[in-house]
């Protein structure tokens, strides 16, 4: 069963509002073993909801007994299940509602729970910045005509940015560059068509007419192409004159930010050649599932021929992949998304983890999943502190 289905039918439990078809697949639910692992997640997920006193079914207590004990140290094992928001939004009760319910049991004293302060997620964004220099914030636009540059009417519709075909009005090629903040991504059609996503911190420059004998557009951090067809006219991607991509029409992902180790191009469909100044190996040319590597810190391009295509495009499809991730990227993945900094008291812990979870959920939500892989953290304002 679906961890999002098993949540909403315990919360139906514990609001006593099961509908009869519910009713009787929560009673499945109950007595299908390969589900109780689960089911007692959502129960101590939900624990801030849970009322042992005013428990409907007495097979259930023993589950909701672990859940109000399930301040006990958790096993350490490397697993996040794929929580979507509708699940996850409730964990932010574990930190002040477990808390507060044990301490009742405990030492049947009155308790106040403290609401952790919420790190929202980032939400769709960007800055405009004109061939004239001056910049505009989309997020704060409505729909329609935003601008016109070199005879291209530049229009926003819900939170995507596109060029109304145009011809240029002079021989001077115009830029525009379409910047995001951390915690902040968007979505732009180019003047020929094709599709751009980028990522958090993450910018393209692009003339607002393509002409000539080649599409060029420079990118820096991370962006998702889907690339609109024109063989008389290849298009490419430049980073920083450290790599260059050329592609006639395909979908694939650039990750080139300063702070990773390598700028990574994910073919998913179509072909590319990639090709990197002064590299020992000066270009490679890629097949769907393949991904070109060039380290900064060497000068070769490696190839890997089995890459994980979906968690290269998994913040496009609004997931975090922590499928073997070490604790450090996952770590910039958050400070890019939640527009924090992470510090780490006693260096980096040597941890990769497995599993998903939907990058719409507040940091406290996020962060209560990985404290039950034994990792321990503490916020000061927009500081992540890791403290193991």
Not at 151 to 174: F, I, K, M, W
Not at 217 to 229: D, N, Q, S, T
Not at 309 to 330: C, M, R, S, Y
Request: charged share 20%; net charge negative; hydrophobic share 45%.
């Amino acid at each position: 069963m679906d961890h999002t289905r098993i949540y909403h039918l315990v919360r139906q439990y514990l609001g006593k509002s099961l509908t009869e078809a519910e009713q009787a697949e929560f009673q499945r639910l109950l007595q299908d073993p390969a589900q109780q692992e689960d089911l007692q997640a959502a129960f101590e997920a939900l624990a801030g909801e849970l009322d042992i006193n005013a428990a409907q079914d007495k097979e259930l207590l023993p589950l909701l007994q672990v859940a109000l004990e399930s301040d006990k140290p958790a096993p350490r094992v490397r697993y996040l299940r794929r929580w979507s928001w509708a699940a996850a939004s409730v964990v932010l009760l574990l930190a002040a509602g477990i808390y507060f319910l044990t301490a009742q049991k405990k030492d049947n004293q009155d308790a106040v729970a403290v609401k952790p302060v919420e790190i929202k997620p980032g939400s769709q964004g960007a800055i405009l910045t004109l061939a004239d220099g001056s910049e505009m914030v989309l997020d704060s636009l409505g729909n329609g005509l935003v601008a016109q540059q070199n005879g291209a009417r530049v229009v926003l519709t819900n939170g995507q940015l596109a060029y109304d075909p145009a011809e240029s009005l002079g021989d001077a090629v115009t830029f525009n560059t379409i910047s995001t903040p951390k915690g902040r991504q968007f979505r732009v059609s180019l003047p020929d068509g094709t599709q751009v996503w980028l990522n958090a911190a993450s910018s393209i420059r692009y003339p607002t007419f393509f002409s000539g004998s080649e599409r060029k557009v420079e990118v820096a951090g991370e962006a998702y192409f889907e690339v609109a067809k024109n063989a008389k006219m290849p298009f490419r991607v430049s980073v920083a004159n450290r790599a260059q991509i050329e592609v006639l029409g395909t979908h694939f992902n650039l990750n080139a930010y300063e702070n990773e180790q390598a700028i990574a191009t994910t073919l998913l469909e179509g072909s590319v050649r990639v090709s990197a100044p002064g590299a020992v190996s000066r270009d490679v040319t890629l097949q769907p599932g393949q991904q070109a590597q060039i380290a900064r810190s060497t000068s070769g391009i490696e190839v890997i021929k089995n890459a994980d295509t979906d968690q290269a495009v998994a913040w496009k499809n609004g997931v975090f992949h922590f499928e073997g991730v070490p604790l450090a990227e996952i770590m910039r993945q958050l400070e890019r998304w939640y527009d924090i900094e992470v510090v780490y008291e006693n260096g980096v812990p040597n941890i990769a983890f497995e599993g998903e979870m939907t990058r719409d959920v507040p940091l406290n939500g996020l962060l209560v999943m990985l404290k039950r892989t034994d990792i321990h953290f503490r916020i000061e304002g927009r500081k992540l502190i890791v403290m193991n």
